[in-house]
């Protein structure tokens, strides 16, 4: 019973295990959620569910599995979409005039077939089981103005379902933790690099020191004290800005902020796509307020942790070659700046926010992160939270 | 009897089947979600809704996991050896219950609340595996095991500071309350303040959405806050016109300090107000 839905939450990578299967089926056996498809949903999400960022895939598998969509498959997707559902669709979208207009460019079977073409994208995308089109600007289903909400491909064939169901709101899609870096995810990604010391004045009762202490004094109360313990990570954050880091402001930004309220010994510098002789504090002077590289190098002690975040795309001679800058006129190049701030900070990582699939178009990249011993962690959840597993050991 | 939510708590329907979940197979509940969202009322109306006693252990960074079973005060004994008090034979004189002792010992099944277990050490959690899966303890002093006569209703909560343990999450079952959509917005607000104007709610739910959707807020003003901002609205019986007004001068909600919290959301707030009045003025 319900062993593909079980199977299929394992392939997406949801831990669930025999004993939460075993739950499901307990709870069904002890008559909960029997009669009602909504309430099975909300039952089956608390006992196999234990993590908010699982719940949307989750909610995936489940909207798969329960519209009796067999044939889904994430790894190749054959999807067949029968034609009568297509031409369904245009014909409800589409007015006599724009038919026209289809006839032009290409006919009505160019046109299905660019409309299936759609959808077997769309489903690959969101893997598999959705059964709705999204916003497609470009598209010309699109551009004749049909709104794509509220339609579903097959909807007789579902008839039981009414038009959107919670599954298929997907509202915790913000949540998972491949997608979205919100300033509170960040900020428990970060909590892996804290690092308790005890710091301070004395105020706390050392009781193992102060019974030997006072066995050592014959029974004459010897009182011990220590600090209190306190969060005693440094970090070191060097912000790549401008040019092609734009677009990342706003990640970077959020992550600025969950690092800052996160550690106390937090220190920050920004650098244009290549780290050479100054970094500087202040964007709007960064002319004329730099700090040498070097003067980091001595003023930061190595205990500290060093994050880089940029994007890494850049020429390769601005890494490269003595010079290469696109700003000024380096001396050294920037390879030899970046094997310095590795050397001096045997805990770094580089924080890039493009996906990983896109670094192997930059050759600069790669270069980079040869030179951080292949210490470059996308800017996601799992990417922070590789890189502050990294850090820590 | 199933737990629908009470006259002063709306539950959606998945929290509702969440809770009943639990309640039936006996297991804990855990409960996450953004704060002020209602996490550890839910323990108090729960046990309101079903008439049993609601038994609350807060934890701290500092508490452990026996900390809830049982102490053995041994300062206590000591000094009662010392006065050559009797009492002092007999060790479980000296052994003070804990929450979950207190809960296990009750005649009639309670609600426990362990709120914010994520404040612990890493460890707690672990520490009380078999405790919540049994119900039951042994105290090593006494060489006694404590079982619980009705098997309690357990729910924790969590702000997500830490992961919780996986052996842990296992036997729990999970919630994540969402922020509610404006419908359960005004029913929240409906039960909490019955007699508040209809216009004054429409205008206030509104400039409240409008605050949560301002990028860049540190923390977003959540159910508690709203509540507290009405409350507010309420007494100093501001009108709804007030808050519906476009007159750029006053951009800033009145009473705004009930809904931000932090001093650079206010000043964000200004900021963009004042942009706002400066664009209007270029039209």
Redesign the interface.
């Known amino acids: 019973m319900f062993f593909k839905f079980f199977s299929d939450l394992r392939r997406l990578d949801v ?1 669930v ?1 025999l ?2 299967y075993l ?1 499901l089926l ?2 069904l056996d ?1 008559g ?2 029997h009669y009602q498809v ?2 099975f949903y ?2 089956a ?3 196999l ?4 960022s699982h ?1 949307d895939r989750f909610d995936q598998v489940f909207a798969s599995i329960f519209r009796g969509l067999e044939a889904v498959d994430f790894e190749e997707e054959i999807v067949e979409i029968p034609e009568e559902w297509l031409r369904k669709m245009g014909e409800l979208l589409l007015t006599e005039e724009e038919k026209e207009n289809i006839e032009s460019l290409g006919g009505w079977e160019k046109l299905m077939e660019t409309l299936r073409q759609r959808l077997e994208e769309q489903k690959e995308r969101h893997q598999g089981g959705n059964k709705w089109i999204g916003t497609q600007g470009k598209s010309p289903f699109g551009a004749q103005g049909y709104n794509p909400e509220g339609i579903r491909i097959g909807q007789e064939e579902n008839r039981n379902y009414s038009a959107v169901k ?1 599954w298929d709101k997907r ?2 899609r913000d ?1 998972d933790s491949d997608i979205e870096l919100g ?2 995810n960040i900020k ?1 990604a970060l ?1 892996r690099l804290r690092k308790f010391a005890r710091e301070g004045s004395a105020d706390e009762l050392d009781l193992d020191d102060t019974v030997s202490s006072t066995a050592r004094n014959g029974g004459w109360l010897d009182i011990k004290m220590v600090p209190e313990r306190h969060n005693a990570v440094k970090v070191l954050l060097l912000f790549d800005v401008g040019g092609s880091m734009d677009s990342h402001v ?1 990640t970077c ?1 959020e992550l600025f ?1 969950a690092a800052r309220t996160e550690f106390k010994h937090l220190e920050y510098y920004y650098f244009h796509n290549c780290i050479y002789e100054s970094v500087w504090k202040e964007n709007r002077r960064r002319q004329s307020r730099r700090l040498a590289t070097w003067d980091l190098l001595h003023t930061y002690s190595s205990d500290y942790k060093l994050i880089i975040v940029g994007d890494a795309a850049m020429s390769p001679y601005e890494i490269a070659h003595p010079g290469g800058s696109v700003e000024h006129w380096n001396e050294e190049s920037g390879d030899i700046w970046l094997r310095r701030l590795v050397k001096t900070y045997p805990n770094v990582s580089w924080l890039n926010p493009l996906p990983k699939d896109r670094w192997r178009y930059f050759q600069s990249a790669g270069m980079v992160s040869e030179l951080l011993e292949g210490r470059m962690f996308p800017l996601t959840l799992d990417g922070l939270e590789s890189a502050m597993r990294s850090m820590n050991n | 009897m199933p737990f629908e939510g009470t006259d002063t708590y709306i539950a959606t329907d998945d929290l509702k089947v969440s809770v009943n979940a639990a309640i039936t197979l006996q297991r804990p509940l855990l409960i996450k979600g953004e704060p002020g969202t209602g996490k550890t009322v839910l323990a108090n109306e729960i046990a309101r809704s079903l008439g049993a006693p609601l038994i609350e252990w807060h934890i701290k960074s500092t508490t452990k996991a026996q900390h809830g079973l049982y102490d053995y005060d041994a300062v206590a004994r000591l000094r009662d050896g010392q006065l050559g008090d009797v009492r002092v034979q007999d060790i479980s004189n000296y052994i003070v219950r804990g929450k979950l002792w207190e809960a296990f010992d009750s005649d009639v099944r309670p609600v426990v609340l362990i709120d914010e277990i994520d404040k612990a050490d890493i460890e707690f959690p672990n520490d009380l595996l078999l405790e919540l899966d049994r119900m039951e303890f042994h105290i090593y002093e006494t060489k006694t095991t404590v079982i619980s006569k009705n098997r309690p209703i357990v729910l924790i909560t969590s702000n997500n500071e830490k992961e919780l343990p996986d052996a842990f999450l296992r036997r729990c079952f999970f919630h994540y309350i969402t922020f509610p959509n404006e419908e359960t917005m005004q029913q929240i607000v409906d039960v909490h303040f019955p007699d508040i104007k209809k216009k004054l709610l429409r205008e206030a739910l509104q400039v409240f959405y409008d605050l949560r959707d301002i990028p860049g807020l540190k923390k977003k003003p959540s159910t508690s806050e709203l509540l507290d901002w009405l409350k507010l609205l309420l007494a100093e019986e501001i009108d709804a016109d007030i808050l519906r007004t476009n007159d750029p001068a006053k951009l800033i909600p009145p009473l705004y300090g009930a809904l931000l919290k932090s001093e650079q959301d206010v000043h964000l707030l200004e900021r963009l107000a004042f942009l706002n009045r400066r664009e209007r003025a270029n039209d």
Do not use: M
């Open positions: 831990p295990s004993r939460e739950d307990g709870a002890k909960l959620g909504e309430e909300y039952l999400r608390t006992i569910i234990k993590n908010e719940i919670v509202i915790f949540l300033t509170r428990v909590r706003r930004e902020s």
